[in-house]
């Protein structure tokens, strides 16, 4: 079975504070796909990454990177600077290589961004 | 704006009521997913059609259906509805089934079961 933890309920930070995002995974595929996904308060879901389990490269774009680390079924989410904009519900998934492709979501984690 | 488009925005009906949701994908792409995200369950897999056929299904109530047409939309049907099914409710695409795509979601339909 397939999990996915995201264990911070809700960030609150002051703007140009750095933030990380935690989120925790669990499978027992040696392949498989990892997701960040973004539900700003108007409500949709907004994709930012994919990364799948071959490739520990972290990535940054712009003020978003991204930190997945396999020895720890880790890949956290940080988002330097922040900004009031980033306020949202950030979701972490999981996908498998195989079999069925449907998503499992973590509980997700809010983040508010003060002023 | 992902180019996956739903109707309506917002429904509010009664218990005991069906109604129908829908789903245009993103223009080539041949997976739809339906997802239904709620305070207590989270974001959950309905079902998923690929090319016309249904492909995968997760948590999805006997009391909901789905169909894809040959022009690709897609429908989630929910019947003799119940206040719990109170919930936003998620179309996303992908171009194939396979697990390297991304799904791409649209902006959700809020339903509201009174």
């Known amino acids: 079975a397939q999990k996915v933890t995201q264990a911070q309920t809700e960030i609150s930070v002051v703007e140009k504070e750095d933030v990380t995002l935690d989120c925790v995974y669990e499978t027992r595929d040696t392949t498989y796909y990892l997701f960040w996904y973004k539900q700003p308060p108007s409500g949709e879901l907004v994709f930012l990454i994919r990364?799948?389990?071959?490739?520990?490269q972290n990535e940054i774009s712009g003020r978003y990177s991204w930190n997945f680390q396999k020895s720890t079924s880790s890949f956290n989410f940080t988002i330097t600077a922040s900004q009031v904009v980033d306020s949202a519900v950030y979701f972490c998934?999981?996908?498998?290589?195989?079999?069925?492709?449907?998503?499992?979501f973590g509980s997700g984690t809010r983040l508010q961004v003060q002023p | 704006d992902s180019g996956v488009t739903q109707t309506p925005k917002h429904l509010i009906t009664a218990t005991g009521q069906r109604v129908t949701l829908r789903c245009s994908p993103r223009s080539g792409d041949l997976s739809v997913y339906w997802y239904q995200q709620s305070l207590d369950q989270g974001l959950q897999f309905l079902i998923q059609?690929?090319?016309?056929?249904?492909?995968a299904k997760g948590n999805i109530l006997e009391r909901f259906s789905a169909q894809q047409f040959p022009d690709l939309h897609s429908e989630l049907n929910l019947s003799s509805l119940e206040l719990g099914d109170s919930a936003l409710y998620f179309c996303?695409?992908?171009?194939?089934?396979?697990?390297?795509?991304?799904?791409?979601f649209g902006p959700g339909t809020r339903l509201t079961v009174l």
């Open positions: 998934a999981l996908r498998r290589g195989t079999g069925r492709r449907a998503l499992t």
């Open positions: 990364r799948n389990s071959f490739d520990e």
């Open positions: 059609y690929y090319n016309g056929e249904e492909r």
């Open positions: 996303a695409s992908s171009v194939s089934s396979g697990g390297a795509d991304t799904q791409y």
